[in-house]
């Protein structure tokens, strides 16, 4: 986004909020293309949340034939009511379509409608409210591996609104990992390392240098994903991944926060709120953390929880807010800096571009944000870098709390399809245990 755009957002969201979506279309909110990514095609969609049901912090997996279901949910600035339509697609391990036939993996292989929803109550910015249960008794998932939901809009396939990863996965091999500190001495204080083994027993995989895929991420952000590690070692059924270099993350810090749960009185890093047609925060000014020793900060790993707290039901009643970034800073970088988080699929989208304010030395940004607790950061576009830069700003401490996904993937000699055959998570508290 260029300044002059930026500052033309910045001015419209003092007069209408449906004149801010329209202005962020030719960013980054387009029609297009199918992509097998999460991606939002219109700028009215806001919220977009995939999860385990029961477990709203959780990474959108689920065991296969387990009774476990997804659960999608968004919000719908755009129109009352429209007709919304779903399909789902199997991918390979690196997210490209697999080349089997939908009727392959689906017990009901043609597109079927989203009859779940609700229109918001008492909000200034009105809304319609979707749910959508995977699977259901329309739809069932008959094999493991990626898949992509994408929904679109009056039965044209081509109108696209958003699109979400989710994995199903089989209980076939046995995952086992050890966060630690990096054995490369150049990055001990500002790394994780993730050693892990693969149990596979019985199960035969007669080349694992070829025939498995292995894919690392750090806190489910799929833009800092490991995916070419190959076993060091084979022992007695085992796959041993033990580098020193190869399977390290920067550690970052502890997410920012805030809490707008109560738009009606301040609260966590919020210092002031207007009211006019519709709600507007001011968060309290951020400071770079890069030279700070690391601190402890509770936090949900730059997740957010949609909440109000006067509603009995906040997916319905809680309120859209334009949130105010303010980060002070004394000069202009030459990189790109955003607010980032899962709030922001966590990618560095042009609605959540800091400009910088000379008359303040400051980055400043305003973007439309619903009510609940929300991690956040502000990361850099680094040149060599394809992922958000989180350091420039934040630092990076071993100590930091992070969560490891590792994801393990079989292409079965003869198959078409990259068969999930393993997931666990690992905390970096292993770091301390390690040292009692």
Request: hydrophobic fraction near 35%; aromatic fraction near 16%; glycine fraction near 4%.
């Amino acid at each position: 986004m260029s300044k002059l755009a930026s500052l033309f957002f910045l001015f419209l969201c003092l007069l209408n909020v449906p004149q801010i979506l329209e202005a962020q279309k030719e960013d980054y909110y387009h029609g297009g293309e199918l992509q097998y990514d999460d991606h939002v095609y219109q700028a009215g969609i806001r919220t977009v949340r995939l999860v385990p049901r029961g477990n709203d912090l959780a990474m959108p997996v689920i065991a296969l034939n387990s009774g476990e279901t997804l659960e999608l949910s968004f919000d719908d600035l755009y129109e009352e009511f429209t007709n919304l339509s779903y399909s789902i697609y199997h991918c390979n391990a690196d997210w490209t379509p697999s080349d089997l036939m939908r009727n392959d993996y689906l017990t009901n292989f043609s597109d079927d409608y989203i009859q779940d929803f609700e229109y918001s109550i008492n909000a200034f910015i009105p809304y319609t409210h979707y749910r959508l249960s995977i699977p259901n008794t329309n739809v069932g998932l008959k094999i493991s591996g990626n898949y992509v939901i994408a929904i679109y809009r009056n039965n044209n396939p081509e109108d696209l609104v958003l699109t979400r990863r989710f994995m199903v996965y089989e209980e076939i091999v046995n995952v086992g990992g050890l966060v630690k500190r990096p054995t490369r001495v150049e990055k001990i204080d500002t790394h994780q390392e993730l050693d892990f083994t693969i149990s596979h027993g019985s199960y035969p995989i007669p080349n694992p240098f070829t025939d498995l895929k292995v894919s690392i991420l750090q806190n489910q952000r799929w833009d800092m994903a490991i995916t070419d590690l190959k076993p060091q070692f084979l022992q007695n059924g085992q796959l041993i991944y033990q580098y020193d270099n190869e399977n390290t993350f920067e550690a970052f810090n502890e997410w920012r926060n805030f809490d707008i749960k109560n738009l009606l009185s301040l609260s966590l890093n919020v210092r002031q709120i207007r009211q006019d047609t519709f709600f507007k925060v001011f968060l309290r000014k951020d400071q770079s953390r890069a030279v700070e020793r690391y601190s402890t900060i509770f936090d949900i790993n730059g997740q957010n929880r949609v909440r109000r707290l006067d509603a009995s039901n906040s997916d319905s009643e809680a309120d859209y807010a334009v949130v105010d970034f303010y980060l002070d800073y004394p000069n202009k970088i030459e990189s790109k800096v955003y607010a980032f988080g899962e709030f922001s699929d966590w990618k560095m989208l042009p609605e959540y571009e800091m400009i910088w304010d000379p008359q303040r030395e400051a980055y400043r940004c305003q973007a439309l944000i619903k009510q609940g607790y929300y991690n956040y950061a502000y990361a850099v576009k680094q040149a060599g870098k394809d992922y958000a830069d989180l350091s420039f700003f934040e630092g990076s401490h071993w100590q930091t709390e992070n969560d490891y996904q590792i994801i393990v993937y079989h292409r079965e000699i003869g198959s078409r399809y990259d068969r999930l055959v393993g997931f666990a998570t690992f905390n970096s508290d292993d770091l301390f245990n390690q040292n009692d």
